[in-house]
């Protein structure tokens, strides 16, 4: 369905690519996690495939969607892939609405629809009929986030773009989207998030990001029960446990490197705890779903 090929992407001004060389599928009826901390380019990679990149950016590589190259298309084409082929669910609903219009013009006008049709979308979403004539603010967040979800299935997508859906949500109200989500039946997704364990929830697959470049790839239980990259186990160890409260997880030492860094090896370097003198020599290939020199040796050296 979905195929990216060694996307990379240079915004201006900058020392390195915000995306560099990423490789990704979305196969059909799956979910696909993509998880990094901020700044890891993830939401520039989602953005891509609907091909809204910022202006002067300079992309190449391939982004395929059932055949057809996002970069290649012209602007008809990327209207028609934007309305039917792909749709995006953004992590703050409330910019996603106009505050001066009704639910239900903001339903019909996103793609043509009567009434009858919007009102069978709310329905999908858990929301009544009557909520078409609300208007964003008389409305919580968890309700406005299930109309922007509407609006992204009122094309019918063949894949859905959730960048970030929850993060301007409560934990409870996390939890119900994310059930909604898993109950809809959408050909594919790609879920972008900073969360490793809401991914677990919802992910077939994970692919980890780090300053622009996958760090790991691997089917979600067994990237979770066995972490083989440096930064996907300092992630994994830096989550919040319920039964350790009052002790205070392990962090990253440092700080994700910014656009105007010059990176001559693994992007992770500085901050691993396993770090080399080979590390720096050169960037790590993805071999075997994980980009790290030392990942087999790591391996065999655990209890």
Do not use: W
């Not at 309305?83 to 953004?90: D, F, P």
């Not at 609405?97 to 009567?114: C, K």
């Amino acid at each position: 369905m979905l195929s990216i090929e060694d996307l990379t992407v240079r915004l201006p001004h900058t020392a390195r690519p915000a995306v560099d060389g990423l490789s990704l599928t979305v196969a059909e009826n799956e979910t696909v996690g993509l998880v990094g901390e901020s700044g890891s380019g993830k939401s520039l990679t989602s953005r891509a495939v609907l091909g809204l990149l910022p202006p002067k950016a300079e992309a190449t590589g391939k982004i395929m969607m059932d055949g057809a190259d996002v970069l290649a298309m012209n602007r008809a084409e990327l209207r028609q892939h934007r309305t039917r082929s792909v749709a995006m669910i953004y992590q703050d609903p409330r910019a996603a609405i106009s505050p001066f219009r009704r639910v239900g013009d903001f339903l019909t006008e996103t793609i043509a629809m009567d009434r009858a049709a919007a009102a069978g979308l709310l329905e999908t979403v858990g929301l009544r009929e009557s909520h078409l004539r609300n208007r964003p603010h008389e409305l919580s967040g968890g309700m406005l986030q299930r109309v922007v979800i509407a609006a992204a299935l009122a094309g019918r997508p063949r894949l859905l773009l959730a960048d970030e859906p929850t993060t301007a949500l409560d934990v409870t109200t996390q939890a119900e989207i994310i059930a909604l989500l898993r109950r809809l039946r959408v050909p594919g997704m790609l879920f972008v998030t900073h969360d490793l364990e809401l991914a677990a929830t919802i992910c077939d697959r994970v692919y980890v990001m780090y300053a622009g470049r996958v760090m790991e790839t691997r089917p979600t239980g067994e990237l979770f029960r066995d972490p083989r990259h440096p930064y996907t186990a300092g992630l994994l160890a830096a989550t919040p446990r319920l039964d350790e409260l009052g002790t205070l997880p392990p962090a990253i030492p440092g700080r994700p490197p910014d656009l105007l860094a010059h990176l001559p090896g693994c992007p992770f370097a500085p901050r691993c705890p396993h770090v080399l003198d080979s590390c720096t020599a050169g960037v790590p290939g993805l071999v075997g779903g994980v980009a790290c020199l030392r990942a087999e040796e790591l391996c065999d050296e655990r209890p």
